[in-house]
């Protein structure tokens, strides 16, 4: 079983749509982050949330940590195109560990 | 600044082969941490090492084994090769320091994708 529990798995929408994910556990970590994954590249990072509660936004972007820092929300507004990727949620305790991720894609 | 290097981008091996992954971090990184991504499990952890030093293992067989050099380039290699170690591997670098808590922000190569038929 994965430490780290996203949903949904997969998701296809239409461009302007908005849409949220989901990156849920039974732990506690000190912050964890979220990357987005391109075909034939590395992950790369988004954001990262460290304190219970707060919301981060970056453009159309808007990143919540759950209270109690074991779970986090990634929504996505009027979404592009240029947003379909693999989206991944890791979790940061002495080390990193990741979701599965939830596989984006917007269709123009 | 150049970022994260894996070297080879694509190869193929048969079972019980084994085979020994390259990744040179950026410059100035002295943790490297090794995943594992295959499409039904995600990212999975290996090891990080830190100035040549494990730091931390994941939940992999010993057939999995890592070092990292002094010039901090690390080394992952898998041995008798099995039809399920089909995977991109992922080495990503950072900047934490020894005795620092958390990770901070990962910086992955491309990775490695290796096919065992």
């Known amino acids: 079983t994965q430490l780290l529990e996203q949903s949904p798995q997969f998701l296809s929408i239409q461009e302007g749509e908005n849409l949220t994910v989901y990156c849920n556990s039974s732990?506690?970590?000190?912050?964890l982050q979220w990357y987005r994954q391109e075909p034939g590249e590395g992950p790369v990072l988004l954001v990262t949330?460290?304190?219970?509660?707060e919301v981060k936004k970056l453009k159309r972007l808007t990143f919540q940590f759950g209270d109690a820092r074991k779970d986090s929300s990634l929504h996505i507004t009027a979404a592009q195109p240029g947003d379909t990727g693999l989206y991944l949620c890791a979790g940061v305790r002495n080390d990193m560990r990741f979701g599965a991720g939830t596989r984006l894609t917007v269709k123009p | 600044k150049a970022g994260v290097t894996q070297t080879p981008r694509y190869l193929i091996k048969t079972r019980g082969q084994q085979v020994t992954l390259s990744c040179s971090p950026i410059s100035g990184h002295r943790s490297v941490s090794w995943y594992q991504q295959t499409p039904g499990q995600g990212l999975q952890f290996l090891f990080e090492?830190?100035?040549?030093?494990?730091?931390n293992k994941g939940n992999f067989p010993g057939r999995f084994s890592g070092r990292q050099f002094s010039n901090s380039r690390s080394e992952m290699n898998v041995s008798t090769l099995e039809l399920g170690d089909s995977a991109l591997y992922l080495c990503?670098?950072?900047?934490?320091?020894?005795?620092?808590?958390?990770?901070?922000?990962?910086?992955f190569g491309e990775g490695s994708r290796l096919t065992v038929l």
């Open positions: 990503a670098s950072s900047s934490r320091l020894r005795g620092e808590a958390n990770t901070g922000e990962l910086f």
């Open positions: 732990s506690v970590f000190s912050s």
């Open positions: 090492y830190f100035s040549e030093t494990q730091r």
């Open positions: 949330v460290v304190t219970g509660g």
